[in-house]
């Protein structure tokens, strides 16, 4: 079973700062089938990454995922009041999608 | 635009039935395999189950194997997911998604399954 392991748990920041959200999984993650999404309170989780670096369209383009094998970031090159939420990486490999805990991302 | 509707929700006593209901819209239904997402209060989202566009593969995580059967009618364009012997853990918010590129990109916005003695 695949493991992933988000860091920081709580990242605390002001608007206009960069924030450097970690993803990493036990295994390597196959053709870097990694997303990642955003969750505000009483919410679905949004869609923000998939393929590790793809942006969904519509998505803003200060949200930027990188990395492969077993270590992804999403960074968020100046955050904006509106993107104070929890961010959760999700990996598919052998027919099971699997959830990382969680980062929340908040206002210092 | 793309719609999908989470419906069936409900308070049940443990051992017993339940189905909650997706019916999608905005886009060909057939062209996608779905999923069904869910996420206790206060936790993360947890993959349930996924099935292919015709309905022919399906898989289950394994907390739900045996109890749980997905299905689809593409006629309807929806989603269905049949929840037996439901026990206290399998409370939560039940999402019907989408799949792209092995992701979820459109999200319901859930159908609440409350499990209580």
């Known amino acids: 079973e695949i493991v992933l392991t988000q860091s920081p748990v709580t990242l605390s920041l002001s608007p206009g700062e960069r924030a450097t959200l970690s993803c990493r999984a036990s295994q390597s993650v196959s053709s870097n089938f990694l997303a990642w999404y955003q969750q505000k309170p009483g919410q679905a989780p949004r869609l923000l990454i998939y393929g590790a670096s793809s942006r969904p369209t519509g998505i803003p383009d200060r949200f930027r995922g990188s990395g492969s094998g077993t270590d992804f970031t999403l960074t968020i090159t100046r955050v904006e009041p509106e993107d104070f939420a929890v961010y959760y990486c999700?990996?598919?490999?052998?027919?099971?999608?699997?959830f990382g805990p969680g980062t929340k991302v908040d206002i210092k | 635009e793309v719609q999908l509707v989470d419906s069936g929700g409900g308070v049940v006593r443990p051992g017993e039935s339940l189905r909650v209901s997706c019916v999608a819209s905005?886009?060909?239904?057939?062209?996608?395999?779905m999923s069904w997402v869910r996420q206790a209060p206060g936790k993360g989202p947890e993959w349930v189950s996924t099935l292919n566009w015709n309905g022919d593969v399906a898989d289950y995580a394994d907390f739900v194997k045996g109890r749980f059967t997905i299905s689809r009618d593409n006629a309807k364009n929806s989603l269905y997911l049949q929840m037996n012997s439901l026990r206290p853990e399998d409370t939560a918010l039940y999402y019907c998604?989408?799949?792209?590129?092995?992701?979820?990109?459109?999200w319901g916005q859930g159908s609440l399954v409350t499990v209580s003695s």
């Open positions: 905005g886009f060909t239904f057939d062209d996608y395999a």
């Open positions: 999700q990996r598919y490999g052998r027919s099971v999608f699997t």
């Open positions: 998604t989408r799949v792209y590129a092995k992701a979820y990109d459109y």
